[in-house]
């Protein structure tokens, strides 16, 4: 299944500016969001990114600009070394967006959906992005979950009563705990199953549109647009999907000077 929906580099950047702007102009929500994103990071890699959280903070609070710009500079060179780590990611989207760099502002921020990221950039992090830039491109895949989940819940007498549904904002209204009770064992479990395999989905997806988000980004062509690719409804463990995922990761990436580059840095 495809979608037929095409977002435009502007369409891009407006969203992703919308999220930095908000990000910096608000200064508990970064500290949460760092101190969010710093989880599950070993120590020793800890005190060097909590070094370039600092840096970044000090720059957005001097008002000199030849201060902050070198303390901007301090961050990026302390931030660059680590880019398999999403925080270094979202703080880099900061530090280019602090530079007036949207393009690499937003290719940075993007990195945070791929797919080993995306379930804590979907709800934690940035689930206003998510929302407004992915979710209308993955609104088949909440169909199908729902589709899922009526075929699992339709033996039951009370299938009519679970009161589940496609939200008007693409997300599934999950059954409550007594809606729960009402299950057999092995619906249970087969429902158990369908949300975790619902979670890989959403993750894949998210890593697939992130990269074509970026490659929209490159695309300076006003006149030509990308078209989206397939949507991914079974999940990794499956159909081994994640190999095409790769291969559309490395294509290309944006880095900080505006040149196309195969290294992959998700």
């Known amino acids: 299944m495809t979608t037929v929906t095409v977002t435009t580099r502007a369409q891009v950047l407006r969203h992703t500016a919308a999220f930095t702007s908000a990000v910096l102009s608000q200064s508990e929500l970064r500290r949460r969001l760092v ?3 710093l989880r599950n990071i070993p120590s020793s890699d800890q005190k060097h990114l909590n070094l370039a959280a600092n840096t970044l903070e000090n720059a957005i609070s001097f008002s000199s600009s030849s201060i902050r710009s070198s ?7 302390l931030l660059l070394p680590l880019p398999e780590f999403p925080v270094s990611s979202f703080l880099l989207s900061l ?3 602090l530079r007036n760099r949207p393009t690499e502002s937003a290719a940075s921020l993007l990195r945070i959906f791929h797919s080993d ?3 804590l ?3 934690e992090i940035a689930p206003a992005l998510y929302e407004r830039l992915f979710s209308l491109h993955l609104f088949p895949v909440f169909r199908w979950f729902d589709e899922q989940r009526t075929q699992i819940l339709s033996s039951t007498d009370d299938a009519n009563d679970y009161g589940y549904s496609v939200s008007e904002e693409y997300s599934v209204v999950l059954p409550c705990t007594k809606v729960l009770s009402k299950m057999s064992e092995e619906q249970a479990a087969k429902l158990r199953k369908l949300e975790r395999e619902y979670e890989e989905v959403l993750d894949e997806n998210c890593g697939v549109f992130a990269a074509y988000f970026r490659e929209v980004l490159l695309n300076r062509n006003g006149d030509a647009s990308i078209s989206p690719p397939s949507l991914i409804l079974n999940s990794a463990a499956e159909g081994g999907v994640m190999e095409n995922q790769k291969e559309e990761m490395m294509q290309m990436d944006v880095l900080e000077n505006g040149r196309e580059s195969t290294k992959r840095k998700f």
Do not use: F, G, I
């Not at 303390?71 to 060179?77: G, I, Q, R, V």
């Open 71 to 77: 303390s901007l500079s301090l961050a990026e060179k």
């Open 95 to 97: 530090v280019n967006a």
């Open 121 to 123: 950039a979907r709800s």
């Open 35 to 37: 101190a969010t994103l």
């Open 117 to 119: 990221n995306a379930s």
